[in-house]
């Protein structure tokens, strides 16, 4: 799993250390700070606001109920889980969550301000004024919201149904004041329509009602059948463990196994528990008695809405003024896609950096190999695939005409198992080698490798990713794949497929970095090459670009490197254990975090001063997961041209000062400013390769 507890994390100490979860919640505030920003587009705030939310929801899923289940498991040492104790831990998380729910909400009220200014209205059930929007909303209840519905009444002898985990639910109270009596109702949103249901026109003004104040306005059609004189809605949701308990009957396949316990989420433990703060208390505790709240959830009062992660589809209502301009992703320099990609590669390494570059090279790519008939063998990882993936139909064709091909799909990918599953059954039923994974290891790394006969001789091509190999993720991800005809290279990605097959052989590597057999004692290698240069009069310098590092180990052996003298610039995304700046610990270590249009991905290692520079790309954080828990792969960078591509974007995006923060000790996510011109390093990547092409 995951989310095993590392045992460096039992000496952890607040002074050197930033707890994972706590660093979490502070790289998803990041997130919510975009929702703030009056630079950006109003549209894009609110789909921040989403995100923001739907993060929240995953962290509850996985994090948050780990940290519970140590606690329910009895481990409640003081630094069972680095810094905190696990059940301090827990009350933690609840009150940054509340505060930032707290702040997210005077956000949205800003945002829907500014959204009337602009002549958007999103009205309440009790602001409809206009016949047309009253006749409108009432047809649309009952052709598209009624026939939907799920009503469940509540009674207190009778369990209650099961709750679906982060379905948006009205408990509905009714009164009789006559007779005293109170009836609670349960109405579930239904998931399948769409959250903002846009109105007719008026005088030239949108208006845009959500679907739980559109089912608010029809509620009396609902419940016509009983008395009451007094009726009310409130929103609650519930999350659950998320967590995979994969069974160990031998008699099962893994994806029965898999499928079993994908399938169990739905009746899992509860992790938290958020609720409209006007409830009537009554209702309240009778709702947390029914669900089996406990102590250990997280009771988080919030305001109206709930799955607000669903702001991620606002409609855009064609204001292309709300919404950030499109940027048309671009060729690669010099490379058509109408040309051969085997001729290309054979010439040069190229890379494709996306969104700032198409992703249809990797589709050409595959779509060619399907069609050559040279092409004798296709090896590929798959972690995570689009519903509709290009990829998958790219290798069925290829084994439809007669290749060998190998798909290493990793089905645990967190809340894409069913797609890959799906997947899975589909290229097996075409004749697909499928490797369901190593025991032990989630297989992260994304590399591909053909081989091809060329005057009697197999000749390999491939490339390599710190992405997904998803046509949909590709345009919000920025990601770098390295497209290589390197024999060394290549070379070694054939011994890791080997070791996918026979995973009881670990096998040497010459080039690639690999996890979990070398990764980390290589990183030490390399970290200490830059401490020798400092301590021979030379200059030690170290970039790295991360989505996460929380690794301990990793993290003191860079700090010895900042107290021998070695600069180290550090972009971490998300996650972040490190404290930089420390006056004898972690003086020479400078760090950043960027949230903007994009969400940035990319792993980039470099080491050294200026012209020897060791450049690498990798699939990794430093994570103990990923370094002891995952097949990851780190690859050099030998070609000259992309090495110094590599290097040019990564100076691009560390000279931000529109969208870096800085990270430190405060964790209070200040925006770095300084006297330079304003960069936003994402604008102006695209600009860097425009400019490529003229």
Same mark, same amino acid.
């Given at each position: !799993?995951?989310?095993?507890?590392? +045992? ?43 995100? =923001?939310?739907?993060? #929240? ?30 059940? /301090? ?9 509340? /505060? ?70 009205? @408990? ?15 109405? /579930? ?8 249901? %846009? ?50 009957? #031998? ?37 947390? /008695? ?5 102590? +250990? ?43 051969? !990609? ?19 090279? %990797? ?42 091909? @190998? ?19 589909? !290229? ?61 290279? #290549? ?5 890791? =497929? ?9 096998? +040497? ?12 004692? +290589? ?80 792993? %980039? #290692? ?78 102006? @990547? ?9």
């Amino acid at each position: !799993m995951d989310n095993k507890l590392n +045992t460096a994390t039992l000496v952890a100490d607040e002074s050197r250390y930033i707890n994972r979860e706590i660093s979490w919640l502070s790289f998803n505030a990041r997130v919510l700070q975009e929702s703030a920003d009056e630079t950006v587009p109003l549209i894009e705030r609110l789909r921040f606001v989403g995100i =923001f939310s739907n993060n #929240l929801d995953e962290f509850f899923k996985v994090r948050y109920a780990t940290v519970k289940r140590i606690v329910e498991a009895g481990k409640r040492g003081r630094k069972a889980l680095g810094v905190y104790a696990a059940d /301090e831990l827990l009350e933690k998380i609840t009150r940054i969550v509340i /505060e930032q729910q707290e702040e997210s909400l005077r956000i949205i009220d800003t945002i829907h301000s500014r959204l009337k200014d602009q002549g958007i209205y999103i009205i309440k059930e009790n602001e409809v004024h206009y016949p047309e929007h009253s006749e409108f909303i009432k047809t649309f209840f009952m052709e598209k919201v009624s026939p939907a519905l799920v009503t469940i009444m509540l009674n207190e002898d009778i369990d209650l149904p099961r709750i679906q985990d982060l379905e948006a639910y009205l @408990t509905v109270t009714m009164k009789n004041s006559v007779t005293k009596k109170i009836l609670h109702a349960l109405v /579930e949103i239904p998931s399948e329509l769409d959250r903002f249901v %846009v109105l007719p026109q008026v005088d030239g003004i949108d208006y845009i009602m959500i679907l739980d104040d559109l089912i608010r306005y029809n509620l009396e059609s609902v419940f016509s059948i009983f008395e009451y004189d007094e009726i009310s809605a409130h929103m609650i949701k519930i999350t659950r463990d998320a967590e995979l308990d994969l069974e160990s009957d #031998l008699g099962k396949s893994f994806i029965e196994k898999l499928s079993k316990s994908v399938k169990g989420r739905e009746d899992a433990e509860p992790v938290r528990f958020v609720h409209d703060q006007a409830i009537n208390k009554d209702t309240l505790n009778f709702l947390l /008695e029914k669900l089996g709240i406990e102590n +250990t959830d997280s009771i988080i009062p919030g305001g109206r809405y709930h799955n607000r992660k669903d702001y991620m589809g606002f409609p855009s209502l064609g204001r292309t003024d709300l919404l950030y301009a499109t940027h048309k992703p671009l060729p690669i320099t010099n490379i058509s896609l109408n040309d051969s !990609m085997f001729k290309k590669v054979a010439e040069k390494d190229f890379l494709q950096y996306t969104p700032y570059h198409t992703f249809a090279y %990797v589709i050409k790519f595959l779509r060619e190999a399907a069609l050559d008939p040279k092409v004798k063998t296709i090896k590929i990882t798959i972690y995570r695939l689009a519903k509709l993936s290009h990829i998958a139909s790219a290798l069925i064709n290829a084994a439809k005409n007669g290749k060998d091909v @190998t798909v290493q799909i990793e089905l645990r990918a967190r809340f894409d198992e069913e797609s890959n599953m799906r997947y899975a059954n589909q !290229m097996q039923d075409e004749g697909i080698k499928l490797i369901f994974g190593v025991p032990g290891l989630k297989v992260h790394s994304k590399v591909c490798v053909i081989e091809r006969l060329e005057s009697g001789r197999l000749k390999r091509y491939g490339f390599i990713s710190t992405g997904n190999f998803n046509g949909k993720t590709a345009k919000i991800y920025t990601d770098y794949t390295l497209f290589t005809a390197n024999k060394q290279i #290549l070379k070694d990605l054939i011994k890791l =497929f080997n070791f996918f097959d026979t995973n009881y052989i670990v096998n +040497t590597y010459q080039h690639l970095i690999i996890s979990p057999h070398y990764a980390k004692n +290589t990183f030490f290698r390399l970290i200490d090459n830059e401490i020798k240069k400092v301590k021979s009069g030379k200059k030690g310098y170290i970039r790295l670009k991360l989505n996460s590092i929380s690794n301990y180990s990793i993290i003191d052996k860079l700090y010895a490197a900042s107290e021998a003298g070695v600069k180290i610039d550090m972009i971490i995304r998300g996650v972040c254990c490190l404290i930089p700046g420390v006056k004898g610990m972690s003086e020479n270590i400078s760090l950043i975090s960027i949230v903007d249009k994009f969400l940035e991905h990319p792993r %980039v #290692l470099i080491f050294g001063e200026e012209g020897e520079e060791k450049v690498y790309i990798s699939s990794s954080d430093w994570m103990t997961r990923n370094l002891d828990n995952r097949v990851e792969v780190t690859c050099p960078i030998y070609d000259a041209d992309v090495k110094k591509e590599i290097i040019e974007t990564y100076s691009i995006c560390w000279n931000d000062n529109v969208k870096a923060r800085e990270i430190t000790a405060l964790q209070d996510n200040a925006y770095r400013k300084n006297d330079e011109a304003p960069l936003r390093s994402q604008f102006a @990547t695209y600009d860097y390769y425009l400019n490529k092409l003229n």
